[in-house]
């Protein structure tokens, strides 16, 4: 997919996720010469990014993409103009908080998760008061990155960010552990690793797409008394699995409202 890019870009913030994002913009054919990005400490961009330390004084982009942690939202100055679309990708940080900060045209939430970085991505999007124009831009910038989908309500975000936003994290968690075991049965380190990565990757390849759900496919692979049940009784067991991962979400959702308040009173 090769895109031109909406005008000029300024990205704020060029850490894991903002430089991931960049990443796959340039690969999918945005002019870096339409990108500034502005970090205090980011070793280094894409060739023709313009690099800046610290945001110009004045001037204002087309799109200004907010990538910082939330919590240095309270430190950052007004940026942007009354041409300019914001997207934040802030975990937490609601609307009403962003364009009461920033002087912009419009504000397009977006919670994006690191495979973005080559266009496997998850984004979700939301912006109550954006017209047809600000959310084809977000289209247009979020669409190399991978599964791009408009939420209903912004009050999902929570749910989101749980979910697709930290679930890479999570997911690395089951394949190290995956990993761990097959070590721990005697498997060489690496070879176990190498085959809890292709597991799990031909796993979710199937699955989309599969026309059958993830009960099923399991169940397809549970040939009746074999291997696959034994582990899966131990996976069950007191809906364990289930249960765990529950709770899980259920605490990156909250702190994701914890973040939200925090932002609020800055
Ligand atoms: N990581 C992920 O998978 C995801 C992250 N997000 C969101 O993305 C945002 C960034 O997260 P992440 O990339 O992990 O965090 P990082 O800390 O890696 O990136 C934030 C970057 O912004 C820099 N920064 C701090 N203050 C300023 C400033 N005033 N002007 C410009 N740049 C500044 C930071 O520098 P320094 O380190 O020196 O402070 C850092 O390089 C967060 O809001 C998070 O909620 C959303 C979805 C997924
Ligand atoms: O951990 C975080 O707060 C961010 C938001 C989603 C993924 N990383």
Redesign the pocket.
């Known amino acids: 997919m090769s895109i031109s890019a909406p005008g000029s870009i300024w990205l ?8 991931a994002m960049l990443r796959r913009w340039i690969a999918a054919g945005i002019d870096p010469a339409s990108v500034t990005a ?5 070793a280094a961009v894409p060739d023709g990014v313009t690099l800046l330390r ?2 110009p004084a004045d001037g204002a982009p087309d799109v200004l993409v907010l ?4 919590q ?1 939202l309270g ?2 100055p007004p940026l942007g103009g009354p041409g300019t679309l914001l997207i934040s ?5 609601e609307e009403a908080t962003l364009a009461a900060r920033f002087p912009v045209r419009a504000v397009v939430r977006a ?4 495979p973005v970085s080559i266009g496997k991505g998850v984004v979700a999007l939301h912006g109550a008061q954006a017209d047809a124009a600000a959310r084809a831009t977000a289209d247009l910038l979020m669409a190399p990155l991978g599964r791009v989908e408009w939420l209903a309500d912004e009050g999902l975000f929570h749910i989101v ?1 749980a979910l697709s ?2 679930g ?2 999570f997911v690395y968690r089951f394949i190290d552990a995956l990993a761990q075991a097959g070590t721990a049965l005697g498997l060489p380190e690496d070879q176990a690793l190498r085959f809890a990565i292709a597991t799990v990757e031909g796993a979710a390849a199937l699955a989309d797409g599969a026309g059958a759900g993830p009960a099923e496919l399991a169940d397809r692979v549970a040939s009746p008394g074999g291997t696959t049940r034994a582990g899966l009784d131990v996976l069950d067991r007191d809906a364990g699995l289930m249960r765990l991962v529950r709770e899980t979400l259920d605490a990156a959702a909250r702190r994701s409202a914890e973040l939200a308040e925090a932002a609020r009173n800055a």
């Open positions: 704020v913030g060029c850490g894991n996720m903002g430089a502005i970090d205090p400490y980011t610290q945001a990538a910082i942690k939330p240095q430190a950052m990708i802030l975990a937490g940080v919670m994006p998760n690191l960010t936003g930290s890479p994290g």
